[in-house]
């Protein structure tokens, strides 16, 4: 099936220039933006460029400190950090980064509903989805923010499990998943949404473990990667990876490079790489870690560059061009 045009394919080139008969070529970059370092809320933006993992910080920062936001991406276009929690509690607002400028904006649409700790996934060229997390209460709400006008709806359909700490991955063009959660207790369970029908599903196949605020990135097309975060017990490792094609789970034999948790930021240069930043490890430390998963041979390990703050609640999104 095909999920693009001639016109607007997702890059899967690793150069920042990929020159094309008919396109301008376009910069590809993660971007890790917002969270919580040592009690105080955050609102620098730091990027990592696929072509050499270096990060550097922008100029830009979000409207203001933010923690438990989340992140999505229209590629080539534009990436959105939504909700979160700022000085005077959740908030409903959404950030737009303009690719290739990092430009800053804030749109007039909002979040229906003022959410934090909630996953995120994009239909790329199409909409960015804000499910579940909580606000005055768990919430199972998913709402979708139409990129052509930038207008925001809530969908007839809601995850199975009112929860936070959820996380959220998407095949473009076919279906976002999300998985994870917490509400008092943990679960394994793992929804689709069909973006074709914007309906939900949820899969026979479940997480290892019933799991929180871990992360999650795709390689589009072929799976979903569920990295990290906290069961009741303690804080993993491991790395769960859901094949689109058939809706199955297994477990890599590769794991983080320690157990880490609490709202990851993840995003991934899409069928090179899948990337996590920050987070908690034991004895409760922060860290500015980013660890990175190489798709082709699904190894992970730490770059060396680091965030510019050891934090948690963390979002993240990625631009993986488009032409």
Do not use: C
């Not at 607007?8 to 070529?25: C, G, L």
Request: no cysteine.
């Amino acid at each position: 099936m095909t999920r693009f045009d001639s016109r607007r394919r997702v890059s899967t080139y690793t150069s920042v220039w990929m020159p094309t008969d008919d396109a301008t070529p376009q910069a590809v970059a993660g971007y890790f933006g917002g969270g919580i370092s040592s009690g105080a809320g955050l609102s620098n933006i730091d990027k990592i460029s696929f072509t050499d993992d270096s990060k550097s910080a922008l100029s830009a920062t979000l409207t203001s400190t933010n923690y438990g936001l989340a992140g999505f991406a229209n590629s080539g276009v534009a990436g959105f950090f939504s909700g979160g929690d700022i000085s005077s509690g959740r908030t409903n607002r959404i950030d737009k980064i303009t690719f290739p400028a990092d430009s800053k904006s804030t749109l007039s649409a909002t979040l229906t509903t003022a959410r934090y700790l909630h996953a995120s996934f994009a239909n790329s060229g199409t909409a960015g989805y804000a499910v579940g997390g909580y606000g005055s209460d768990y919430i199972s709400s998913i709402e979708k923010l139409l990129f052509s006008g930038e207008t925001i709806s809530t969908l007839s359909a809601t995850v199975s499990v009112a929860n936070e700490g959820r996380t959220g991955s998407a095949n473009t063009g076919t279906a976002g998943y999300t998985g994870g959660g917490a509400n008092g207790g943990y679960t394994a369970v793992i929804d689709k949404i069909t973006f074709s029908s914007d309906s939900r599903s949820t899969l026979g196949a479940t997480l290892t473990a019933a799991i929180a605020y871990l992360a999650s990135y795709a390689y589009s097309n072929v799976a979903s990667y569920f990295v990290g975060g906290r069961t009741s017990a303690a804080r993993q490792t491991t790395i769960d990876k859901l094949t689109f094609s058939s809706d199955t789970k297994s477990t890599l034999s590769t794991t983080l490079t320690v157990a880490t948790s609490h709202h990851l930021g993840g995003m991934s240069n899409n069928a090179v790489a899948g990337y996590i930043g920050g987070g908690l490890i034991g004895g409760g430390t922060q860290v500015n870690t980013i660890q990175k998963l190489t798709f082709s041979s699904e190894t992970n390990a730490n770059i060396s560059a680091t965030l510019t703050n050891s934090l948690t609640h963390v979002a993240g999104f990625a631009d993986s061009g488009v032409f």
